[in-house]
């Protein structure tokens, strides 16, 4: 089967660091993507990873660990417009993209 | 702007009704997806096409078809319409099938369909 986990909603305060964990358990496994999503916006790419091993992408950094099932997103610096939604995705080529709930992040002046 | 256009931005319809949702790709991607959402479901994968083939199948409801162009556009019908069907329907498009692994999407705006 397919599941994704991730925690339903954080808050954290501008200029501060945050860590957004998504679990994962599938059948297969080509890579794990996060996307940040605005309400009632599409989604857009922010990572990639199909190798252990932190990305780090200006602010954005994100980790994943193959034989845990694990993957974190890390948004330094945290800015206003850096409230949504975060998206972590399961790429396996014979099942396609699987999409976890999303974590919905609001930051805080 | 991803370069993913989709058509219409709103459409409202009555149930038992059929609607036709309208996607471009990104010029030069070979791949489009369909998604949908809605507020309990999160984004769920309906269905995938490469250069006009059906590549893969997600949750994809028999009520709904889709298909894929010469021109590579792609278009996603949804017929004997119910109340949950309202939702936003997005399309992705990306330049392979991904079975080299990375495979990153492009989003368009989506259509928003509301069944009454």
């Known amino acids: 089967g397919q599941n994704i986990d991730q925690p339903t909603e954080m808050t954290a305060t501008e200029g501060a660091i945050v860590q957004i964990n998504c679990t994962y358990q599938?059948?297969?496994?080509?890579?794990l993507f996060w996307y940040q999503q605005h309400a009632g916006e599409a989604p857009t790419f922010l990572s990639y990873?199909?190798?252990?091993g932190l990305e780090e992408k200006g602010r954005f950094s994100s980790f994943l660990s193959r034989s845990k099932g694990y993957s974190y997103l890390l948004l330094k610096e945290l800015q206003m417009k850096d409230s949504a939604s975060y998206l972590c995705?399961?790429?396996?080529?014979?099942?396609?993209?699987?999409f976890g709930p999303g974590t919905r992040l609001s930051v805080l002046p | 702007d991803s370069g993913v256009t989709q058509t219409p931005k709103h459409l409202i319809t009555a149930t038992g009704q059929r609607v036709t949702l309208r996607c471009s790709p990104r010029?030069?991607?070979?791949?489009v997806y369909w998604y949908q959402q809605s507020l309990d479901q999160g984004l769920q994968f309906l269905i995938q096409?490469?250069?006009?083939?059906?590549?893969a199948k997600g949750n994809i409801l028999e009520r709904f078809s889709a298909q894929q162009f010469p021109d590579l556009h792609s278009e996603l019908n949804l017929s004997s319409l119910e109340l949950g069907d309202s939702a936003l329907y997005f399309c992705?498009?990306?330049?392979?099938?991904?079975?080299?692994?990375?495979?990153?999407?492009?989003f368009g705006p989506g259509t928003r369909l509301t069944v009454l």
């Open positions: 599938t059948s297969g496994f080509n890579g």
């Open positions: 010029s030069g991607d070979l791949s």
């Open positions: 990873n199909v190798l252990d």
């Open positions: 096409y490469y250069n006009g083939e059906e590549r």
């Open positions: 995705a399961v790429y396996n080529y014979g099942q396609n993209f699987v």
């Open positions: 992705a498009s990306s330049p392979t099938g991904g079975a080299s692994g990375y495979n990153e999407q492009f």
